[in-house]
Every structure is written in C-alpha cells, then in structure tokens.
C-alpha cells in the first residue's frame, strides 16, 4: 500500500504532465486517467477524488480530452416558452461560451428549444440559470432537465439546424 507521500510523488508529475502547451493529446490523456485510476485503487474514500481535484486545480489552464474528470457533467435541456424567434439559439450558444460548455442547441418542430450539454458541474449550474433567464425577448415558462453520460464528443458549442 502506498503512504500519501509517495501516491503525491506519483500524481503531481502525471498530473504536471498538463502544464506542457495547456493541451495534451489524447495518448497522453488516457495514460493519466490510467496513472491515477491505479493510484486510486490504493486509497480509500474521499481522499482519491480530493487528490484527483487537487492535481486538476493545480493547473487550471490544461484540458485533458478524454480523461477522466470528476467534475464534469453532461445534461439535456428542454426549454418551453416564447423561446423560438427571439434568438434564444444565438444567447445559448454566448452563454456557453461564457460558461466553457460545450454541445449543441436547436429548435424543436413543438416550439421547443432542446440543449445538449457537457462541462464542468458548476458552470453546467451557471450555464442553466442563464438558460432559464433567456434573452430579453424570450419568456422562459419551464426547464426539463436530464442527465446524461459525459461523452467528451463535444468540442464547441454549435446551432443545429
């Protein structure tokens, strides 16, 4: 069994690993959801996840496509209304940008608007409560929420027409 001490010499050059060009491919991105998966089979409770977060917030600036982040969520929105002819599409697409959310939006033939999203847990947060605000012409009437499993398939965030 591994003591902390040598679980953190392990993590923080894999996770250190992020530090080079902010980006990392996806080879590399997998070898460190592999590294600290195994880490994690060595610890117990919250002390893995609390060690995951801490290598992760350590450098705020790298993305890990693929990998494996506690903190990211995927959900779908459908949102009634006065929510087409208004440019809700346009204001969701600002607000994800705002939010870091990537994935899709687009009208539905009901006058619905259906949004696909995936990003980080609080800004997913964020992002909602904007999407329940709209745009100023828009009368935002219900939400329907649903989780769904994070693909990481998202790159952007795009209209779908």
Known sequence: MFS???VFLIAVPTCSGARTGGVIDKST???ISSDVKTIGKFMTGNTFEMLVELCLSAFP???FPG???FSMVARRFIISGMVQ???YRFFAMRAAARHQVHGTV???P???VEVVAEGDRDA???FKNELATGPMMAEVTDIEETDLPVTGRYRDFRIDH
């Open 61 to 63: 600036q790298s993305r």
């Open 29 to 31: 991105a997998h070898r």
């Open 4 to 6: 902390l001490k040598s």
């Open 110 to 112: 009901d006058g619905r």
């Open 106 to 108: 687009r009208n539905h």
């Open 124 to 126: 997913m947060d964020a």
């Open 85 to 87: 002819g208004v440019g």
């Open 67 to 69: 990998a494996f982040r």
